[in-house]
């Protein structure tokens, strides 16, 4: 039987953050988040491809996760927004209908432009989620390959790119 001595060379802290990376790139987001307990290891988070997991936005408390998400693991691939919940939104975009913002006038804002952190996103889901107006940021991901916009209620309310 080969047992692993605990006095070899080959321990944790002398991989790379390069090798770090690639072993956290087998692993779920919620892994490699639990696993960022060194310096090495955060950085090797960063510099991870995260797999195509998703992740949804759907509440005040998964929005504040993904502002996390989107500095520990930009490499994220996959995101999927939802609306936020009652007396929440997303920041109005460029040239938005007046009309509509003043029906949500009241809300707290939540700042959408955050998702550009993600430099390596490839796919974009958009279901429902109250955005008025142009975003440009939502166009501005060179490896985007999947984007779906559904639940809009109006062609006007959302424009991606113009």
Known sequence: ????NLDDDN???ELSTDE????FGFLPHRDIMRARVCTTWRD????TLVPMTGFWIENVRSYNAMRVLSTALPNFQQLTIYGLGEGN??????DPD?????EAADAVAHDINIISNFRKLRELHIWGAPLI???PVLSNFPFLQKLNA???ATAQRLVLCQ
């Open 1 to 4: 039987m080969n047992r692993m």
């Open 89 to 94: 939104k997303y920041t109005d975009g460029e």
């Open 150 to 152: 559904r639940g809009i």
């Open 98 to 102: 007046e009309e509509t913002v003043a």
């Open 44 to 47: 090797a988070a960063k510099k």
């Open 20 to 23: 770090v990376a690639i072993i």
């Open 11 to 13: 321990t944790g802290e």
């Open 133 to 135: 107006g142009r975003y």
